[in-house]
């Protein structure tokens, strides 16, 4: 399994971090954990950024699972629903357009229950989904453009960490 942890530091101390898991699936580049405990500074932003636009990925997707207290932030971001059982077996990055006006409406029970008729498993180790599954295009296939707040963030292979 191949897995980094991304880091984002200022001053010298870690603020937020994140792991990748880079061999998931062919097409997503999948964010298990994300954490920044100060919300609102523009750690989290800063890192998500930087995985969505850095060249050192080949993955056209980020996919990843939002909380309830997180799920304003990533939709916010333009990450959308998806079905999580895809990532495993041919990811499909379809969304649905019922779901995601719940979700930017942050009527989660609503929106679980939309899950629930589309049939869609939003998490795949647990029988209650307490998570959304988002997914979002990652625009740096091919792009030599770097974020102004990449140089807060370094890379470090997960079994190094």
Same mark, same amino acid.
């Given at each position: 399994?191949?897995?980094?942890?991304?880091?984002?530091?200022?001053?010298?101390?870690?603020?937020?971090?994140?792991?990748?898991?880079?061999?998931?699936?062919?097409?997503?580049?999948?964010?298990?954990?994300?954490?920044?405990?100060?919300?609102?500074?523009?750690?989290?932003?800063?890192?998500?950024?930087?995985?969505?636009?850095?060249?050192?990925?080949?993955?056209?997707?980020?996919?990843?699972?939002?909380?309830?207290?997180?799920?304003?932030?990533?939709?916010?971001?333009?990450?959308?629903?998806?079905?999580?059982?895809?990532?495993?077996?041919?990811?499909?990055?379809?969304?649905?357009?019922?779901?995601?006006?719940?979700?930017?409406?942050?009527?989660?029970?609503?929106?679980?229950? /939309?899950?629930?008729?589309?049939?869609?498993? +939003? %998490?795949?180790? *647990?029988? &209650?989904?307490?998570?959304?599954?988002?997914?979002? $295009? /990652?625009?740096?296939?091919?792009?030599?453009? +770097? %974020?102004?707040? *990449?140089? &807060?963030?370094?890379?470090?292979?997960?079994?190094? $960490?």
């Amino acid at each position: 399994m191949a897995e980094e942890l991304i880091t984002c530091v200022d001053q010298g101390v870690v603020q937020a971090f994140c792991f990748l898991k880079t061999d998931t699936s062919e097409r997503a580049l999948c964010i298990p954990l994300i954490c920044a405990p100060q919300a609102g500074r523009g750690y989290g932003k800063a890192m998500l950024s930087f995985v969505l636009t850095s060249e050192r990925y080949g993955h056209e997707y980020c996919a990843l699972r939002a909380t309830h207290g997180s799920l304003q932030f990533y939709m916010k971001m333009g990450f959308q629903p998806f079905n999580h059982a895809t990532l495993y077996n041919g990811f499909v990055p379809r969304t649905d357009n019922a779901l995601r006006e719940l979700l930017h409406a942050d009527d989660l029970v609503a929106g679980e229950r /939309r899950v629930s008729e589309l049939g869609w498993k +939003m %998490h795949m180790n *647990s029988e &209650r989904d307490e998570e959304f599954a988002l997914t979002k $295009a /990652r625009s740096a296939i091919g792009s030599t453009s +770097m %974020h102004r707040s *990449s140089k &807060r963030l370094r890379s470090i292979p997960a079994d190094n $960490a």
